[in-house]
């Protein structure tokens, strides 16, 4: 370097650092790189076709790649109808804890979400849950709320990082085999949410489109076997979905229609379409009773809640308040205890199972 070029580049490195403090602009002269020919610089041509990525940790899935579970014929079994014992007594380990904690969602708007204002947990299922630490000790605010993805909430309950699990729960058969629910605080029907533009109706109209619906959810197979020329993209989060819309990613996402309330309420641009694929009942989920944590007396706590609330006014209360302004009041089913005799049956198998 000569000594002409390296005075030339002190001056520059001096006069960026006034230029920093005066906040004016500076520039190094062209001279310090090495001079090549504009026409030999490679040119990247921009691709038509690219986008911004899809959301992280999603499947795609082509049409019709992989069959649906076949629907199993196996009846939905009860629950465990609520004894005259206090909460104290029910469930003593929880109480002396002082707090129930419970997985929720953080982005399921109207449901259960984060209010990035406040910072506070808030929604439907939310206030569900403030109702059971209320009937426990007498404090809807005694509640430890655990962010649970979709396909983590099964294993939330065994691994018993949470107590109850009240995140859009669909009670069924198949799960039944993996938790334990309580009776119904929600009925759902299953509908598709669109872009108001798209020109799409109902599902007849998705053939060779892309339909998003969360990963772990019973609306997967929904998906696959209501539109089975529709490509599938999973998401970990219904919020993903509703972005991958907005982003043209997708045509329209499948969910029950309490979550897609919550959708078409962030968007004024989405409509939902189309009649019922399904009908789901929503149930808040426990650790299934073994010979480790026998959680009967636990559901038989939540059920007292759910009478409560459906008794006194307060569901149809937290209903108007959420969701009145999107759906029409479902009518809940009426709880399906098991008969006494099974139940103790069921409890005297867990305590020989302990011994």
Same mark, same amino acid.
């Given at each position: ?100 904690? @419970? ?22 299922? @939310? ?35 949470? *107590? ?29 949410? &669109? ?8 599902? *007849? ?14 609306? &997967? ?12 993209? $999973? ?13 043209? $990613? ?15 309420? $962030? ?13 789901? *009942?929503?149930? &808040? ?7 480790? #944590? ?7 706590? &939540? ?22 302004? #999107? ?29």
């Amino acid at each position: 370097m000569t000594s002409k070029f390296r005075r030339l580049l002190l001056a520059t490195t001096a006069a960026c650092t006034v230029a920093l403090v005066g906040a004016t602009s500076c520039s190094v002269p062209q001279r310090l790189a090495p001079q090549q020919d504009e026409k030999a610089i490679p040119q990247a041509s921009l691709n038509s076709e690219a986008g911004p990525p899809l959301p992280n940790n999603s499947i795609w899935e082509s049409a019709g790649s992989i069959e649906p579970h076949p629907r199993t014929k196996v009846p939905v079994t009860g629950t465990y109808r609520p004894d005259d014992k206090t909460p104290r007594e029910r469930i003593p380990d929880i109480y002396k804890r002082g707090r129930i904690i @419970v997985g929720v969602d953080r982005s399921n708007n109207l449901m259960s979400y984060r209010d990035t204002a406040s910072g506070e947990v808030r929604g439907f299922e @939310v206030d569900i849950a403030r109702e059971i630490a209320r009937d426990i000790f007498d404090d809807p605010n005694k509640v430890d709320f655990r962010f649970v993805e979709s396909s983590e909430r099964t294993s939330a309950l065994n691994e018993r990082s949470v *107590d109850i699990v009240i995140r859009t729960m669909s009670i069924s058969a198949e799960r039944q085999r993996e938790v334990a629910f309580s009776a119904p605080y929600m009925t759902t029907k299953t509908k598709l949410l &669109v872009l108001s533009s798209s020109g799409i109706r109902s599902i *007849d109209d998705t053939a060779g489109k892309t339909l998003c619906a969360v990963q772990g959810s019973t609306i &997967v197979d929904t998906v696959r076997r209501e539109a089975s020329t529709s490509n599938i993209l $999973q998401t970990r989060s219904w919020g993903d979905c509703l972005m991958a819309l907005q982003l043209n $990613q997708i045509d329209g996402v499948v969910a029950d229609d309490a979550l897609l309330s919550g959708m078409l309420a $962030q968007d004024s641009y989405t409509s939902i379409v189309g009649a019922p694929l399904t009908s789901e *009942d929503y149930g &808040v989920a426990v650790r299934k009773p073994d010979s480790f #944590y026998d959680s009967k007396p636990l559901l038989r706590q &939540v059920n007292s809640t759910l009478e409560r609330i459906r008794q006194d006014g307060t569901w149809d209360r937290l209903f108007a308040t959420w969701l009145g302004d #999107y759906l029409e009041k479902p009518t809940l089913p009426a709880p399906n205890y098991l008969p006494e005799e099974e139940s103790s049956k069921d409890a005297d198998a867990t305590k020989e199972a302990q011994r």
